[in-house]
């Protein structure tokens, strides 16, 4: 639980920097290098909603090779989900490779504590790593647990990573489970471009500030070539169901803040 418990401490100080007490030139440099005004606690807090509403409560009737499944498909989410932002720079080009490496520690330390113990009750929701590996330390020898350890760290390794395109490796398309699921994580990361009109304004106003240091037309005009390059896809969402739901009202806003953003106005910032 200590480990556990400090690896959370720390996610939700990461989170939490949202630069208001850096923005009259106060602080340390990295502080204001890290600022947050998206990529808070309420962003994991939305996704996490989404995976519940995802992944019902196991059945206490489902088959128990059924339920394994779903317990690390869950736990997959959720540690995708806590770490995939977890070092954010707005400056930085290699944030989730650097997130992920965090979480191979986070991983290592967890691991060790399962060696030494099978508790797994707590409030904790890191836990269900620590709760994953001991299920599986107490179904099969130690060298088929290191092996299904490592596949469940390399698992979400990849949905971290994979936050940098958006889609998914290569090597994925052989296993249609892992695949479904990750699609599910990044459509969920994505979910608030499917937003109402005005909070996603609040969003794309949001991220305007964790840019602040980009000039004016620079912003502008990136920004809006890579709203475009969503807008050339066939479909955003590759879930159907997130799809069916979200699919119009976030092209509907990406097509809004382009025409804003061709004229140099930022939603929220510039609009009376």
């Avoid at 317990?71 to 650097?98: C, G, M, P, Q, W």
């Avoid at 940098?164 to 249609?176: E, L, Q, R």
């Avoid at 809006?224 to 879930?239: P, T």
Wanted: aromatic share 10%; net charge negative; charged share 25%.
């Amino acid at each position: 639980d200590d480990v556990c418990n400090k690896w959370f401490n720390d996610i939700v100080k990461r989170h939490s920097n949202n630069g208001t007490e850096i923005q009259g030139g106060e602080g340390d440099e990295e502080e204001k290098k890290e600022a947050r005004f998206y990529h808070t606690l309420v962003h994991l807090e939305e996704m996490l909603g989404y995976i519940d509403i995802f992944l019902n409560p196991i059945q206490d009737d489902t088959k128990q090779q059924q339920q394994q499944q779903q317990k690390e498909d869950r736990a997959v989410l959720i540690l995708s989900t806590f770490f995939h932002d977890v070092v954010y720079n707005a400056k930085s080009s290699t944030n989730e490779e650097d997130s992920a490496v965090l979480f191979r520690q986070f991983a290592n330390d967890v691991l060790l504590l399962s060696a030494s113990s099978s508790s797994s009750s707590s409030s904790n929701p890191l836990k269900c790593m620590h709760s994953t590996a001991s299920t599986k330390s107490n179904a099969t020898t130690t060298t088929t647990t290191t092996t299904t350890a490592n596949e469940l760290v390399n698992r979400i390794e990849t949905y971290i990573i994979a936050t940098k395109t958006h889609s998914a490796p290569s090597n994925y398309n052989n296993n249609k489970h892992y695949k479904y699921y990750l699609h599910l994580f990044l459509d969920i990361d994505m979910s608030v471009l499917g937003k109402t009109s005005l909070a996603y304004d609040a969003y794309a106003y949001a991220i305007r500030q964790e840019y602040a240091f980009v000039p004016h037309d620079v912003y502008c005009t990136k920004r809006a070539d890579i709203l475009k390059s969503f807008l050339q896809r066939d479909y955003i969402f590759d879930n159907v169901v997130m799809r069916g739901v979200l699919e119009g009202q976030c092209r509907d806003n990406l097509k809004r803040e382009i025409v804003f953003l061709r004229k140099g106005v930022i939603p929220c910032m510039d609009i009376k």
